[in-house]
């Protein structure tokens, strides 16, 4: 399974930022896909995730100002809408995706929330 990011970029506190990943290869049978991110210096977040049935986890940190959502034929697009973005929202952003079991990541992209 290979993930395609796209979609980051530098924008001002108050903003909002879609970003957008698709998988390809392998994809039939992948059940949950998502997004983390990892700010300098820090561990890798879960920012929110969705299962094949658009099951949604989030963290208190995404609540109310993320929506993931998932779209394509076999399900294999994922989107973050992020609103109301903050500074602390600054990081590298990695789409996720698990089948049979193992999980893929996406190269990363950047998101800058400036103050």
């Known amino acids: 399974v290979q993930l395609q990011a796209s979609g980051g970029g530098l924008v001002q506190a108050g903003g909002s930022l879609k970003l957008s990943c698709t998988a390809s290869?392998?994809?039939?049978?992948?059940?949950?896909m998502g997004w983390y991110r990892q700010a300098p210096g820090k561990e890798r977040d879960l920012v929110a995730v969705?299962?094949?049935?658009?099951?949604?986890?989030y963290p208190d940190s995404s609540k109310g100002r993320f929506t993931v959502s998932r779209d394509g034929p076999t399900k294999n697009t994922v989107y973050l809408q992020m609103t109301s973005l903050r500074p602390e929202d600054t990081a590298v952003y990695y789409c996720?995706?698990?089948?049979?079991?193992?999980?893929?990541w996406g190269k990363g992209t950047q998101v800058t929330v400036s103050s």
């Open positions: 290869g392998s994809i039939f049978s992948i059940n949950v």
């Open positions: 996720w995706a698990r089948e049979y079991g193992m999980d893929f």
């Open positions: 969705i299962n094949s049935v658009g099951s949604t986890t």
